[in-house]
């Protein structure tokens, strides 16, 4: 079998770079002396706080969470499930390192593969390209581009989404693809062509938009129809480079702005995502024919914090919208809802962006973007709408106990039910109680009821910074007093705190004294582990300071959720007592907190 020589491994290695590759799958914030990320290996890429690390000069990752490190190359093997030689084929492509090969057989089945899927690339480019022309340069094409500048789209907007048009022979591509030397077998396995009839297009006469990964790789296509009967939109079907529920229209357009923003607006659809750039919203989305899937929230969060919906103001629209806010919430995403609307005096409703940009302009689309409610409070009023406002509060309450159960934490839960009592003027005890009688059996046990089990322990971002402090004791005493113990979530990291404090307040020092005062053998080996391996060596003081600043951030933020929590109740609930001075004291503490966190954010605290 022949194999990657020795020579282009070196090379590959030499000139690959480090950040630059990781950061086609995870955001990075260099903070400390260090690059941190939210870990892609564990949580679903959803930590509240990073703990992956990318070391530029050695060219190594490491996550503290699930301990998982090694060089980029095995990074790629593990994100993409590659071989060794297909991860170096893979990075020589993309560092301009010619492959060179050495001993036994070049055509192994592995390079067939790797063969077959260059093969798909070449095709899907050059399929645009010549879509691309056919509706820029033929007359064939003059109504579909007719159709798009009809929109408001303009033609940079065209170029940079490499729009293109489908003729209406279906026998044309066919026999164009051929005479350019692609093989009958490579176009039967491409989604281009009818699986009944392989030489006849699968599309024809149609608005052609590129589907590209987030490489920016086409790996299929999608086709508008202009005229006739049909369905509105088709999509190609699944290949080895393409599965629709784990891609995003336009990532790799919107990934620039997702990682500066560290938000995404998600649409319904191709037109609605192409207008929203036309505005310059760049940093817009949107899945490919089905409902937003968990892989696609994944995918989002790799570099996003925040999920903006937009989806349309019909029926349709917002019952996929309540279905994506769940989506978000189950990946650890903050998630806001927008609702296009607005009237134009001669074409009626403008229901979703595409029709707001063709009949009100870029501007308004714009303007349009920046209302938005949170999404408790639109489920809310979702559930008014669809139970009534009186005689239903049990059934409009029970509509949001799946985005409850959806929240990633019990505090968030916790502020929730407060809410939804104080939202519809219902005991707290009485929802609560409703709650867990439905999800009985279902729902994962709250931490303080669960068993003691450091046989299952996960490296958390909090105990991460705990053990950090005990691995270097002599920060504990700057740590305890920026710290409180009830700040800690994390059952292991108060574990470490409580044994930390008890050797301190009896003037305890050495290992041996920490470890002996905790009680988990497995946790007790965890530190010791760290200890030894002289990990939090480097700069432990900074990475103590960046860990209690997370600690701060996510404690001033949990406090202004359960504000706009309150908030929200008190609007909604005129005849609450002292209404008007606890609206004024919300509201005097919710400014003090923005404050704190602009602060914090600059780095003044």
Same mark, same amino acid.
């Given at each position: 079998?022949?194999?990657?020589?020795?020579?282009?491994?070196?090379?590959?290695?030499?000139? @690959?770079?480090?950040?630059?590759?990781?950061?086609?799958?995870?955001?990075?914030?260099?903070?400390?002396?260090?690059?941190?990320?939210?870990?892609?290996?564990?949580?679903? !890429?959803?930590?509240?706080?990073?703990?992956?690390? +990318?070391?530029?000069?050695?060219?190594?990752?490491?996550?503290?969470?699930?301990?998982?490190?090694?060089?980029?190359?095995?990074?790629?093997?593990?994100?993409?499930?590659?071989?060794?030689?297909?991860?170096?084929?893979?990075?020589?492509?993309?560092?301009?390192?010619?492959?060179?090969?050495?001993?036994?057989?070049?055509?192994?089945?592995?390079?067939?593969?790797?063969?077959?899927?260059?093969?798909?690339?070449?095709?899907?480019?050059?399929?645009? +390209?010549?879509?691309?022309? *056919?509706?820029?340069?033929?007359?064939?094409?003059?109504?579909?581009?007719?159709?798009?500048?009809?929109?408001?789209?303009?033609?940079? @907007?065209?170029?940079?989404?490499? @729009?293109?048009?489908?003729?209406?022979?279906?026998?044309?591509?066919?026999?164009?693809?051929?005479?350019?030397?692609?093989?009958?077998?490579?176009?039967?396995?491409?989604?281009?062509?009818?699986?009944?009839?392989?030489?006849? &297009?699968?599309?024809?006469?149609?608005?052609?938009?590129?589907?590209?990964?987030?490489?920016?790789?086409?790996?299929?296509?999608?086709?508008?129809?202009?005229?006739?009967?049909?369905?509105?939109?088709?999509?190609?079907?699944?290949?080895?480079?393409?599965?629709?529920?784990?891609?995003?229209?336009?990532?790799?357009?919107?990934?620039?702005?997702?990682?500066?923003?560290?938000?995404?607006?998600?649409?319904?659809?191709?037109?609605?995502?192409?207008?929203?750039?036309?505005?310059?919203?760049?940093?817009?989305?949107?899945?490919?024919?089905?409902?937003?899937?968990?892989?696609?929230?994944?995918?989002?969060?790799?570099?996003?914090?925040?999920?903006?919906?937009?989806?349309?103001?019909?029926?349709?629209?917002?019952?996929?919208?309540?279905? =994506?806010?769940?989506?978000?919430?189950?990946?650890?995403?903050?998630?806001?809802?927008?609702?296009?609307?607005?009237?134009?005096?001669?074409?009626?409703? =403008?229901?979703?962006?595409?029709?707001?940009?063709?009949?009100?302009?870029?501007?308004?689309?714009?303007?349009?973007?920046?209302?938005?409610?949170?999404?408790?409070?639109?489920?809310?009023?979702?559930?008014?709408?669809?139970?009534?406002?009186?005689?239903?509060?049990?059934?409009?309450?029970?509509?949001? *106990?799946?985005?409850?159960?959806?929240?990633? #934490?019990?505090?968030?839960?916790? =502020?929730?039910? /407060?809410?939804?009592?104080?939202?519809?003027?219902?005991?707290?005890?009485?929802?609560? /109680?409703?709650?867990?009688?439905? *999800?009985?059996?279902?729902?994962?046990?709250?931490?303080?009821?669960?068993?003691?089990?450091?046989?299952?322990?996960?490296?958390?971002?909090?105990? &991460?910074?705990?053990?950090?402090?005990?691995? /270097? &004791?002599? @920060? %504990?005493?700057?740590?305890?007093?920026?710290?409180?113990?009830?700040?800690?979530?994390?059952?292991?990291?108060?574990?470490?705190?409580?044994?930390?404090?008890?050797?301190?307040?009896?003037?305890?020092?050495?290992?041996?004294?920490?470890?002996?005062?905790?009680?988990?053998? #497995?946790?007790?080996? %965890?530190?010791?582990?760290?200890?030894? &391996?002289?990990?939090?060596?480097?700069?432990?003081?900074?990475?103590?300071?960046?860990?209690?600043?997370?600690?701060?951030?996510?404690?001033?933020?949990?406090?202004?959720?359960?504000?706009?929590?309150?908030?929200? !109740?008190?609007?909604?609930?005129?005849?609450?007592?002292?209404?008007?001075?606890?609206?004024?004291?919300?509201?005097?503490?919710?400014?003090?907190?923005?404050?704190?966190?602009?602060?914090?954010?600059?780095?003044?605290?």
């Amino acid at each position: 079998m022949s194999r990657i020589a020795q020579s282009t491994i070196q090379e590959v290695e030499n000139k @690959l770079d480090a950040l630059a590759v990781v950061e086609d799958y995870v955001r990075l914030e260099k903070k400390g002396g260090r690059y941190w990320g939210r870990c892609p290996f564990h949580a679903g !890429g959803q930590e509240r706080t990073p703990s992956f690390t +990318v070391d530029p000069d050695r060219k190594m990752y490491y996550c503290f969470g699930c301990q998982q490190g090694g060089s980029v190359i095995k990074f790629i093997m593990e994100m993409d499930k590659l071989t060794f030689p297909e991860a170096i084929e893979t990075l020589a492509r993309r560092f301009g390192v010619e492959i060179l090969r050495e001993g036994g057989d070049a055509e192994e089945v592995d390079q067939e593969k790797n063969n077959r899927i260059q093969g798909f690339i070449d095709l899907y480019r050059g399929v645009s +390209v010549s879509f691309q022309y *056919f509706l820029m340069e033929r007359s064939e094409g003059e109504a579909a581009k007719q159709y798009i500048l009809s929109r408001g789209i303009d033609a940079d @907007l065209i170029n940079r989404f490499k @729009l293109g048009y489908a003729p209406a022979d279906r026998g044309w591509l066919f026999g164009f693809l051929t005479k350019k030397g692609f093989s009958e077998n490579l176009l039967a396995a491409s989604g281009l062509f009818s699986e009944r009839y392989p030489r006849s &297009s699968f599309f024809s006469d149609r608005l052609m938009f590129p589907i590209a990964d987030r490489q920016g790789r086409i790996v299929a296509f999608g086709g508008r129809i202009i005229r006739g009967d049909g369905p509105k939109y088709l999509n190609s079907r699944e290949t080895e480079l393409y599965h629709k529920g784990q891609t995003l229209f336009a990532i790799n357009l919107a990934l620039p702005e997702i990682r500066r923003t560290k938000a995404a607006y998600l649409a319904e659809g191709y037109m609605d995502v192409i207008a929203l750039h036309q505005a310059g919203i760049t940093n817009a989305v949107a899945p490919l024919g089905t409902a937003f899937t968990d892989d696609q929230a994944r995918l989002l969060g790799r570099w996003a914090e925040q999920v903006n919906l937009v989806f349309d103001s019909d029926e349709a629209g917002q019952n996929a919208a309540v279905k =994506a806010i769940m989506t978000c919430r189950r990946n650890g995403l903050v998630c806001r809802v927008i609702v296009p609307g607005g009237e134009d005096p001669d074409r009626g409703p =403008a229901k979703d962006p595409a029709d707001i940009l063709k009949f009100q302009g870029p501007e308004a689309l714009q303007k349009q973007m920046e209302c938005f409610i949170l999404d408790f409070e639109y489920l809310v009023a979702r559930g008014r709408r669809l139970y009534g406002s009186s005689g239903s509060e049990g059934k409009a309450i029970a509509f949001l *106990f799946p985005y409850m159960e959806a929240l990633e #934490s019990e505090v968030s839960r916790d =502020a929730c039910i /407060n809410a939804v009592a104080g939202a519809f003027g219902v005991d707290r005890a009485v929802i609560l /109680n409703d709650y867990n009688r439905r *999800f009985t059996g279902k729902k994962v046990p709250r931490l303080e009821d669960k068993k003691e089990d450091w046989g299952l322990l996960r490296t958390t971002d909090e105990l &991460s910074l705990l053990t950090l402090v005990m691995v /270097n &004791s002599s @920060l %504990y005493p700057v740590f305890r007093r920026e710290v409180n113990k009830d700040e800690i979530e994390d059952v292991a990291a108060k574990e470490l705190f409580i044994a930390m404090e008890e050797c301190y307040i009896r003037d305890e020092n050495g290992p041996d004294a920490l470890l002996s005062r905790i009680s988990s053998p #497995s946790l007790r080996n %965890y530190v010791a582990s760290k200890g030894i &391996s002289k990990e939090f060596s480097g700069n432990p003081e900074q990475l103590m300071r960046d860990g209690i600043k997370k600690l701060s951030q996510k404690k001033l933020k949990r406090r202004l959720s359960e504000i706009a929590a309150e908030l929200y !109740g008190l609007e909604h609930n005129p005849a609450i007592e002292r209404r008007e001075s606890r609206l004024d004291e919300l509201l005097v503490e919710k400014m003090h907190i923005d404050a704190e966190l602009r602060r914090l954010k600059e780095g003044k605290i």
